[in-house]
C-alpha cells in the first residue's frame, strides 16, 4: 500500500468520534501551549495560610473548587458558549465572555482567563485561519475552539475539567508539596467527581451561574502581595 493510500485510510478512521476523541485528549493535554501550568488559582496562598497543608487538605480543596466554583461559573458558560457558536450567535458568545470578564474576583484571575484565552486563540491560529480572532476568555475560548470538533457538550465540559483537574494536582504537588504519587491519587477522586460537576453544569441556567467564592477572592488576593511565589494566581 502506498503511503497516500495508508494516509488517507488513517484519516477515514479518525472521522467521527475518534476524531472528536483525539481533539478533546488534545485541548485538555497540560502540553498544550495556554500557560496552565503557571497559575494555581489561589492554591499557592491556601498553602501559605496553612489551609492547604496535606493530600487530604489538597484533595479537599481541589474537590470543593471543581462543585462550587467550576461547576457554577466556567463548566455552564462552557456549554453555552459551545451551543452559541455552533449556532453561529455572536452577540450571546460577546455576553457570556464580558460575564467572565465581570465576575473575576481578583485581578489575578481575570487575567489569567485573558491570558489563556489569548495564547489558546493564538496556538489555533498557528494551525489554520480563525474566524473569530476577537480575545476571549478562556471558557469561551475553549468552547470555539471545541465547535467543530464533534463532541457532545458534556464530553467538552468533561474535557475541560479534566485538563483544569490536571494542571491544579501539578500545582499542588509544587506548592505543598506532595509527592506523585499522592498528586495522583487526587486526581483520581477529582475524576470521580468531575461528571457529577458537569452534569450539574451543563443544566444552569443563566440566572444561576454564579461566581461566589469568598475565601477564594481573599487568598487570591492576598497571593498578589505574597512575598515568595511559585505561580501567577
Known amino acids: 500500500m502506498s503511503t497516500t493510500a495508508t494516509t488517507t485510510a488513517s484519516t477515514d478512521r479518525l472521522r467521527g468520534p475518534d476524531a472528536a476523541l483525539l481533539q478533546l485528549i488534545w485541548l485538555a493535554s497540560p502540553a498544550l501551549p495556554v500557560g496552565g501550568f503557571s497559575y494555581s488559582e489561589g492554591l499557592e496562598a491556601a498553602v501559605e495560610a496553612g489551609r492547604v497543608h496535606d493530600e487530604a487538605s489538597a484533595g479537599d480543596w481541589l474537590v470543593d473548587q471543581l462543585h462550587l466554583a467550576l461547576a457554577r461559573s466556567d463548566l455552564p458558560v462552557l456549554a453555552a458558549a459551545l451551543a452559541a457558536a455552533r449556532a453561529g450567535d455572536a452577540e450571546r458568545l460577546a455576553a457570556l465572555d464580558d460575564w467572565v470578564r465581570r465576575t473575576r474576583e481578583t485581578s489575578e484571575l481575570r487575567l489569567q482567563s485573558e491570558q489563556m484565552g489569548r495564547s489558546l486563540a493564538e496556538w489555533r491560529k498557528s494551525l489554520a485561519p480563525i474566524e473569530d480572532a476577537q480575545p476571549r476568555t478562556y471558557p469561551v475560548a475553549f468552547a470555539l475552539a471545541a465547535t467543530s470538533c464533534g463532541a457532545t457538550i458534556h464530553q467538552v465540559l468533561l474535557a475541560f475539567a479534566f485538563g483544569w483537574a490536571e494542571n491544579m494536582v501539578q500545582a499542588a504537588v ?60
Open 174 to 233: 509544587k506548592a505543598v508539596p506532595l509527592g506523585q504519587g499522592a498528586g495522583q491519587r487526587i486526581l483520581a477522586r477529582l475524576a470521580q467527581a468531575i461528571p457529577d460537576a458537569a452534569g450539574e453544569a451543563a443544566t444552569l441556567r443563566d440566572e444561576d451561574r454564579q461566581a461566589f467564592t469568598p475565601m477564594l477572592a481573599i487568598l487570591s488576593a492576598r497571593h498578589e502581595t505574597q512575598y515568595s511565589r511559585l505561580f501567577r494566581s
